[in-house]
């Protein structure tokens, strides 16, 4: 199966970064695919006198707009559903006002 050409294609050249030392512009020098969800890249500091170099993660996170094609079994869920509440738990919250009669109206 071959990749989509996609506008994304050649990320690596696109992700601007900055050294987490300096602040100065960084550029990715090289990156490595480690699954479909996760790529690894290595970054360069342009400062000069800085000259850090780093490594960074770049992973799928969640999904905010399903994809038109469906779910895909090798992706992480859409959100982890909300825990029921515990059976026979009921919740016992007292307070003055609630079931009382209101207030009176000023005036």
């Known amino acids: 199966m071959t990749e989509p050409k996609t506008a994304t294609a050649g ?21 490595n695919k480690e699954t479909h969800l996760l790529r690894t890249f290595w970054f ?27 779910p895909v079994s ?12 515990l059976a026979g738990t009921e919740l016992n919250i007292t307070h003055p006002r609630i079931g009382a009669d209101p207030p009176p109206l000023p005036g």
């Open 74 to 85: 090798h992706m992480a869920p859409l959100r982890r559903p909300p825990s029921p509440p």
């Open 11 to 31: 990320i690596s050249k696109g992700i601007t970064f900055h050294c987490p030392v300096c602040t100065a512009a960084a550029r990715s020098r090289t990156s």
């Open 44 to 70: 360069q500091c342009t400062d000069l006198e800085c000259g850090h170099t780093w490594e960074a993660h770049l992973s799928f996170v969640k999904t905010l707009s399903p994809s038109a094609f469906g």
